[in-house]
C-alpha cells in the first residue's frame, strides 16, 4: 500500500513541479513581453546585449557559414550533374540557406554560444545575490537585466541567420564555381531569378526572429529560475542548450509546414 | 519613474542626544509611540520547515540592534521579511506602521527605496566599476544630473573611505573594501533603515573594526536606524545598543550588550563564551556510538 502511495505522492509532485513551470514560465514571458518597449527608452543597454551577444557570436557564424556553404557547393553538385543541371547550384545553396539551414544552424549555434552566456551571466548573478540587491534597491530585474537582453537577443538572431547565409553563400560560390567549375553567371542568375525576397528571404527571417525569441527566453527563464549553487547554474546552462535546441528544431518543423501550407 | 529627491548626506550629523542611550533602549521600546520596524506574531518558514514561530520584536529609531544566534536560526531570515523578499505565514511586519506584507508592488518598491541593504558578500554588480556600483541607485530612481551624480557617489565614497578607488571594478578590491563599497551604494539613496547582512564574515580584524566603526558612525550622523546580523560577539556588543538572540524559532534572549555579558541564559553564555557545547550540542543527532561502531555495552 504505502509503494502505491509513494509512487502517486511522487507522481503528483512531478505534475506539481511541472504546473509550476509552466507558471513561471508564463509569468516571466508575459512580463518580458510587457516591459520590452520600455527597454526601448534605455537603448544603450539594449545596444550593449546586441554587442554582446551579437559581436561576440560573429566569429563562430560566420566560420560555421562557411564550412556549411562548402558541403552544400560539394553535395549540391553532386546531386545536381547526376541530372545534368549542376547550373541550379548557386538556387539550391541559395535556398537551402535562406529558408532552412541559415535559422536553424545559426539558432543552435546562438544556443550555445550566446544562450549559455547568457543563463550563466544570470545564475552567476543570482548566486552572488546581485538581483536579490537590486531588488531591495526597488530595481526591478526583469525590467533592468532581462528585458534588455530579451530584446538584445531578439534583434542579434536575425542578423546573425543573415550573415551566416551570406557567408555560407560565398562558401558555396568558392566550391562550385572557383573549385569545382559550375558556370559563375549562371551559379548568381539562378539564385537571382528562384529567390523570392517575401515566400523565401521573409520566411527565413520570421523563422530566425521565431528561433531567437526562443532561444533567448529559454536561456533567461533558466538563469533566473536556477539553482543559485555552481551545481546548480551548470545544470542550467546544459538544460538550456538542451531544451532550445529541441524548441528550434520542434518549432522548425511547425513553421516550415505552416509556410508550406500557406 | 525619477523621484524629487534631496541628499541627507549634505544636511548637518544628527546631535548625539538624538540617539538614545543603550541603557535606556529597552524602556524606550515601550515608550516610543511608533518604532521604525515591528514584528508582530509572526510565523515563517520555508517549504516544509517553520524557521520563525510567533515572533514579536521592534526597533526603535535611530538605534543599532543586531540580531545574534545559531547559523540557521532565522536571524537572516528577518531581515527578508522585512524586505519582503519572503512572505509571512501569519502575523504582521510592520515599517513605520505599514504592512508590508499588504504592500502591492508600486508600494513595496517605495518602501525599498526607504531601506538600504548589505549583503553577506557585498553583492556589487560586477561589470561595474565602484563608482557605478554607487551610482546605480542614484540613476535608477532619481533624475539627477551626471554633475551631481558624480559628487553624491565621490562623498558616499569618501565617508566608507574608498574614494581613490571609484575607478577599480569589484574584482580588484578586497572582501572588505567591497563590503565598504557596498554599504557606499546602501546609503547612496539616503535610506530610513540599513540591514546588516553579517558585515563581520571573512574580514580580517582591520577591516572587522573599520566595518563597526562606519556602521556605528553611519548610524548617528546620517540618524537612520541599523539592523545587524552577525555571529561575531566582540564587535557586534561594541556597536549596539540592543542585542536580540535568536533561536529555535523564536526570540531566546535580549538586551543590552552590558546585560547580555552577564546574563546566566545557558544559550546566551555558550554564544558568549563560545563554548563548543551546551544548548547547542557539539553532536548533530544520531544514533548511539556503540550502535555505530558495534560495540558491546552500548556506549555512547
Redesign the interface.
Known amino acids: 500500500m504505502s509503494g502505491i502511495a509513494d509512487m502517486l505522492s511522487a507522481i503528483g509532485r512531478s505534475v506539481c513541479g511541472g504546473l509550476t513551470g509552466i507558471g513561471e514560465a508564463t509569468r516571466l514571458m508575459g512580463r518580458l513581453v510587457v516591459l520590452t518597449p520600455a527597454a526601448l527608452a534605455r537603448f544603450r543597454l539594449v545596444a550593449d546585449q546586441i554587442f554582446f551577444l551579437g559581436n561576440y557570436s560573429l566569429a563562430i557564424i560566420s566560420v560555421s557559414g562557411l564550412f556549411v556553404g562548402f558541403v552544400l557547393g560539394l553535395q549540391g553538385y553532386y546531386t545536381l550533374q547526376r541530372y545534368g543541371s549542376s547550373e541550379a547550384l548557386g538556387l539550391l545553396v541559395a535556398l537551402s540557406l535562406v529558408r532552412e539551414l541559415g535559422p536553424v544552424v545559426t539558432a543552435l549555434l546562438f544556443a550555445g554560444r550566446a544562450g549559455t552566456a547568457l543563463t550563466a551571466e544570470i545564475g552567476l548573478m543570482k548566486s552572488g545575490e546581485q538581483l536579490a540587491a537590486m531588488e531591495m534597491m526597488a530595481v526591478d530585474p526583469v525590467r533592468r537585466v532581462l528585458a534588455p537582453r530579451f530584446l538584445g537577443g531578439l534583434i542579434a538572431m536575425p542578423l546573425l541567420a543573415a550573415v551566416f547565409s551570406a557567408v555560407g553563400i560565398i562558401g558555396g560560390w568558392l566550391v562550385g564555381v572557383a573549385l569545382i567549375g559550375v558556370d559563375a553567371g549562371a551559379f548568381w542568375s539562378q539564385m537571382q531569378s528562384g529567390v523570392d525576397v517575401f515566400k523565401d528571404v521573409g520566411n527565413g527571417v520570421i523563422k530566425s526572429l521565431v528561433f531567437g525569441l526562443t532561444v533567448t527566453f529559454v536561456a533567461l527563464l533558466q538563469g533566473y529560475f536556477c539553482q543559485p549553487t555552481p551545481e546548480g547554474v551548470a545544470r542550467a546552462t546544459t538544460r538550456t542548450v538542451v531544451m532550445s535546441s529541441l524548441c528550434v528544431l520542434g518549432l522548425d518543423f511547425v513553421l516550415t509546414a505552416l509556410m508550406f501550407s500557406i | 519613474m525619477p523621484v524629487p529627491w534631496s541628499p541627507r548626506g549634505l544636511d548637518p550629523p544628527l546631535a548625539p542626544s538624538s540617539v538614545p542611550p543603550a541603557s535606556n533602549l529597552v524602556s524606550s521600546v515601550a515608550t516610543s509611540p511608533a518604532p521604525l520596524v515591528e514584528l508582530r506574531g509572526v510565523t515563517c518558514g520555508y517549504g516544509d520547515r517553520i524557521i520563525l514561530k510567533d515572533v514579536n520584536l521592534t526597533v526603535p529609531r535611530g538605534s543599532v540592534v543586531a540580531f545574534m544566534g545559531t547559523s540557521g536560526g532565522g536571524k537572516t531570515t528577518v531581515l527578508r521579511l522585512i ?1 519582503r ?1 519572503l512572505g509571512v505565514r501569519s502575523g504582521q511586519v510592520l515599517f513605520d506602521g505599514t504592512d508590508v506584507a499588504g504592500l502591492d508592488r508600486d508600494g ?3 518602501i ?2 526607504r ?3 548589505l ?3 557585498g ?4 561589470d561595474l566599476s565602484v563608482f557605478d556600483n554607487v551610482a ?2 542614484l540613476r ?2 532619481t533624475d539627477l544630473t551626471e554633475t551631481m551624480v558624480r559628487d553624491l557617489v565621490l562623498m558616499k565614497l569618501n565617508a566608507v573611505g574608498l574614494r581613490g578607488a571609484r575607478d577599480l571594478l569589484p574584482s580588484q578590491i578586497s572582501g572588505g573594501m567591497s563590503r565598504r563599497v ?1 554599504l557606499a ?1 546602501a546609503i547612496a ?1 539616503d535610506p530610513d533603515l540599513i540591514m546588516y547582512d553579517e558585515p563581520f564574515a571573512g574580514l580580517d580584524p582591520i577591516s572587522m573594526g573599520v566595518a563597526a566603526r562606519l556602521i556605528r558612525e553611519l548610524n548617528d550622523a546620517l540618524g537612520v536606524t541599523s539592523i545587524v546580523v552577525s555571529h561575531d560577539v566582540d564587535e557586534t556588543f561594541s556597536i549596539a545598543d540592543h542585542v536580540v538572540f535568536i533561536a529555535n524559532g523564536g526570540i531566546a534572549a535580549q538586551g543590552t550588550p552590558d546585560e547580555l555579558r552577564k546574563t546566566d541564559d545557558p544559550l546566551v553564555r555558550q554564544f558568549v563564551d563560545a563554548a563548543p557545547d551546551g544548548p547547542v550540542r557539539f553532536h548533530y543527532p544520531a544514533t548511539s556510538v556503540g550502535e555505530d561502531f558495534g560495540l558491546r555495552g552500548g556506549a555512547r
Open positions: 524586505g523578499q513595496l518598491m517605495a525599498r527605496r531601506m538600504g541593504m549583503f553577506q558578500f553583492a556589487l554588480f560586477t546605480f541607485p535608477e530612481h557596498a551604494r539613496l
